[in-house]
C-alpha cells in the first residue's frame, strides 16, 4: 500500500482569547513611564529599547524587585515559596522584551519574574500577587510561579508548560506572531520536553525553546545529570539551534535578532542561554562554596554593564529605580490579604452562549454508537470551524482504533490531524488550542493510557479555569475504555475512579441508551471545560435506541446536568434500584430482565451519563426515596463513582440498603476465561442482589 502522508495542518488563524487580568495600579504606572527609555507599546506591554542605558535601567528594576520580595520573606510579608532570577536579569529580558507581536506568547516556569515584568510591566501586581494581597495580578491565586496575564502563563511544573506551547504556536501558524517557552537545564530530564520539540518540528510551528542554562539544579550540578550535549537535543529535532552567553556585550541584541529568524521563517528554533545565577534556588537553599560564587559574582553581566555606563547617569537610574520599589513596596503592603467573597464550591460558572441554533439532527434508524459518533463529529467539523480533531492514527484509511474518525480526514485534511505516540504532548497541545479559542477533541487510543496525560489534565487543564478570570479550556478528551474483549491488563482498564476526582474535570460517560453523539456536540460547543469522554468498546456495535428511558429533571444545582443528562427505567416504586453506566448497561440490564421474570421483583435502572461532578441534587435526590440500591460498575468500585454516591446518599441521611458491585483491585487477565471472572458478569451481580435481598 501507498504511504500516505498526514498534510501538516493549515487551519485558519483566529483572534486569540487573553486571559483577562487587571491593569498595573495607577500610581506605579505613572512612576514606571517616567524611568529613562520606557514607553508602552502593544497591549499595553513594556517597549525596553536595546540602548545600554534603557536596558540596565529595566534589569536594574527586576533586581531590585527580587531583592524587594525576599526582603518581604524575611519581614514575614511571603509565604509559600520563590525562585528569584538574582544574576539573570538580562537574561529573563532578552528574548521576551523582542516580542513585539501582539499575539506573541510567553510560557514561563517558577523561576517566572523577570519574564513576567518584562511582559507585563506590573511590579505592583507581581509583588502584591507574590505577598497574597488583592492587587496581586491574580488576585494571590497564583503566588510566585503561577502567573497569567495576557498571553503570558506561567507554572511551577518542570517542562509542564511545553505541550501547551506546542498548540499555541500551531494556532499561531502563519500569523506573524510566535511563542517562546522557557525552561532551566534541569528541565532537560523532562520527556514532555521531547515530545512537544517533536510536534513543534513535525507541525513547524513557531515555537522558541528557551534553555537557561545556568549549570545547577536546585543543588545538584547539571553536569551530572544530563547526558552529551545540549545544543545537540535540538538540532536532532531539526531545529534552528542557536547557543549565546548572558555577559556578552550584544546578548540582548543577538538574542532579538534570534527572535526576529523564528518570526521570519515560522519555524522552530531551540536557544540555549549561559547564564549563572547569584540567588539561591529559591529562598535560602545555596550550598555553593564562597569561590564559585565570587567567581559568579565576577561575571555578573548587570554590574558589567553598569560599569559601561557613565557614573552619573547610573547613579541617576538607580536613584529613580530605589524611589519606584519604595512606592511598589507601600502599595503592596498597603493591599488588604486576597479573600473570597463567597468561597466557592466548585470552578464551574453557567455555560453562557449555549448554542441551540445548530441543530444536530437525530440518530438515524439503526444507527450504532460508533456510526453516531463519527456523525457528531463530522457535523462538528462542517459547522463548527473551530473544531479540531487530534489523535494517533485518526487519519485515512485507518480511521482511529475503533474507527470512529473513519472518512473524516478524506473530507477535512488540515483539521483531522493524525500525531505520534505522545500522549502527554498531544494532551497539553490540545490545552494550547484550547486556549487560543479552538475546539480540539483528542482521541487516547486507550483508556489505559490516561495516565500518560495525568499531568497535563490535573495540573494544567482545570487550573487556568480554576484559577484565571476567562482562562477557558474548551477541551475533549475522547478514549476507549473497559474490558470484556480479551485485550489485557493495560488495554481493558476502566479508570474513571482515577479521574471522578480530579477537581474541575466533567467526565461523560454515554450509553447506548443516551444520544451519545448530542452529548459529544454538547460537551464541544456548550461546556468550556475540560471534559473526559468516556467510550465503552462494546457499545460501539450498539444500536442507538432510547428503548423508553426517560430523563431525570435536572436539579437547578446540578453544573452540566442539562446537558449530559441521567436516564431511568422501570417500576417507580421498586424492590430495588439499580444504578450503572456507559458499557455495564447492557449487562444490567440482562439482570433486571432476569430478576423481573425469575424472582418478579419491582426493577428500576437508573443511568447517569455524566459522573463528575456527581449530578446530586437529581440523581442523589431520587435515590434518597428507594428502599434498596444497587451501583454496579465495571471500574474497580473502591475509592471511585460508586464510592461517591454511596457518600452522598450516607450524608444525606438514607435509610435503605446499599450495596456496590465492581471489578476487584487485580489486574484484568488476558484469557477470556479469567477475565470472565473478575469483571462482574450478569450470573454474579444477579447473585449479590438476590443475596442482599
Known sequence: MARRSNPTPTFPNMILAETECP?????????LMALPGFERGHHGRPRIGLGEEDLY???????????????QFSRGL????????????????????????????????????????????????????????????????????????????????????????????????????????????????????????????????PLLFVVENNGIAQTTYTCDTIGGNIEARGAAFGLRTWTLADDDPHFCRKAAAVVAEVRATQRPGFLVLDTRRLGPHSK??????????????????????????????????????????????????????????????????????????????????????????????????????????????????????????????ADFPDRVISTPISEAGITGASIGLALAGYRPVMEVMFADFLTLCMDQIYNHAVKFPGMFKNGAVPLVIRTPCGGRRGYGPTHSQSPEHLFSSV????????SHRHDIGRLLVDATLNWPYPVLFLEHKLLYGEKQNPAGYVELPAAAGDVAAHLFPTLRLGDDDPDVTLVTYGGML??????????????????????????????????????????RVVTVEESHHEYGVAAE?????????????????????????????????ILPGEESIAERILGMI
Open 23 to 31: 491593569p498595573p495600579a495607577a500610581t506605579s504606572e505613572r512612576r
Open 57 to 71: 535601567a529595566y534589569a536594574h528594576l527586576i533586581r531590585m524587585t527580587e531583592q524587594l520580595i525576599l526582603d
Open 78 to 205: 511571603v509565604s509559600g515559596t520563590t525562585h528569584t532570577c538574582l544574576g539573570q536579569e538580562l537574561t529573563a529580558m532578552a528574548v521576551v522584551r523582542a516580542l513585539d507581536h501582539p499575539e506573541d506568547a510567553v510560557l514561563s516556569n517558577h523561576r517566572n519574574h523577570g519574564h513576567f515584568l518584562t511582559y507585563s510591566g506590573d511590579f505592583a501586581g507581581l509583588v502584591a500577587e507574590i505577598m497574597g494581597r488583592e492587587a496581586g495580578v491574580c488576585g494571590g491565586h497564583g503566588g510566585s510561579q503561577h502567573l497569567a496575564w495576557r498571553h503570558f502563563h506561567s507554572n511551577g511544573v518542570q517542562g509542564g508548560m511545553l505541550g501547551i506551547g506546542a498548540g499555541l504556536a500551531l494556532a499561531r501558524k502563519k500569523s506573524g506572531a510566535l511563542v517562546a517557552a522557557i525552561i532551566g537545564d534541569g528541565t532537560l530530564g523532562q520527556g514532555l520536553l521531547y515530545e512537544s520539540m517533536n510536534l513543534a518540528s513535525v507541525w513547524q510551528a
Open 284 to 409: 535560602g537553599d545555596d550550598l555553593r562554596d564562597d569561590e564559585e560564587m565570587d567567581g559568579i559574582r565576577g561575571r555578573d553581566p548587570l554590574a558589567a554593564l553598569g560599569r559601561r555606563i557613565d557614573p552619573e547617569r547610573r547613579a541617576a537610574i538607580e536613584a529613580r529605580n530605589t524611589a519606584f520599589i519604595d512606592e511598589i513596596r507601600v502599595i503592596a503592603n498597603a493591599s488588604p490579604e486576597a479573600t473570597y467573597s463567597q468561597v466557592p464550591e466548585h470552578i464551574f460558572r453557567p455555560a453562557s452562549g449555549v448554542d441551540s441554533g445548530k441543530a444536530f439532527p437525530a440518530a438515524a434508524p439503526g444507527q450504532t454508537v460508533r456510526q453516531r459518533l463519527n456523525s457528531a463529529l463530522r457535523f462538528l467539523l462542517e459547522t463548527e470551524p473551530r473544531t479540531l480533531l487530534l489523535g494517533e492514527d485518526l487519519h485515512e484509511p485507518y480511521g482511529g482504533a475503533f474507527k470512529v474518525t473513519q472518512g473524516l480526514s
Open 503 to 510: 477537581p474541575g474535570l466533567t467526565m461523560v460517560y454515554g
Open 586 to 627: 447492557p449487562v444490567v440490564e440482562a439482570v433486571a430482565e432476569r430478576l423481573k421474570q425469575d424472582e418478579e421483583l419491582a426493577v428500576e435502572i437508573v443511568v447517569p451519563s455524566m459522573l463528575a461532578p456527581l449530578p446530586k441534587g437529581s440523581l442523589i435526590g431520587h435515590l434518597l426515596r428507594r428502599r
Open 645 to 677: 454516591i454511596a457518600a452522598a446518599l450516607a450524608e444525606r441521611g438514607f435509610r435503605g440498603e446499599l450495596l456496590r458491585i465492581g471489578t476487584p483491585p487485580v489486574p484484568i487477565a488476558s484469557a477470556r476465561s479469567l477475565e470472565r471472572q
